[in-house]
């Protein structure tokens, strides 16, 4: 069993910048994709950045690149979500996200994702 716990989320300013960082412990094996996906009051849950094993494969969502940097220390078991330049539309509850072992690319859809964090809050006021 693959346990995922986020940190590093809080009360920015628009234009601040926040990192936020997901410790995945249970796993023997750094072979498996990592996501960060969103979710805003009264919206679904959106994807928001994912990385491959390697961190060789980067996927953003549109509204965030440049903005973000998604990245890994498989020697720590850590994926990390660099956040600049921090807009109010990106206030959400922020997941963790892994997918099964062996994945060697990455996804930006929620299915690829076996395992899920409990989130944490970043708030961004205007």
């Known amino acids: 069993q693959v346990q995922l716990v986020e940190s590093g989320g809080g009360l920015v300013q628009a234009g601040g910048s926040v990192r936020l960082s997901c410790l995945a412990s249970?796993?023997?094996?750094?072979?498996?994709?990592m996501a960060w996906f969103r979710q805003a009051p009264g919206k679904e849950r959106e994807f928001v950045a994912a990385v491959s094993w390697n961190g060789g494969l980067t996927y953003y969502r549109d509204s965030t690149k440049g903005r973000f940097t998604i990245s890994r220390d498989n020697a720590k078991n850590t994926v990390y979500l660099q956040m600049n330049s921090l807009k109010p539309e990106d206030t959400a509850i922020y997941y963790c996200a892994a997918s099964r072992p062996s994945y060697y690319s990455a996804s930006r859809f929620e299915r690829e994702y076996d395992y899920w964090g409990q989130g944490t809050q970043v708030t961004v006021s205007s």
């Open positions: 249970g796993r023997t094996s750094s072979a498996y994709a």
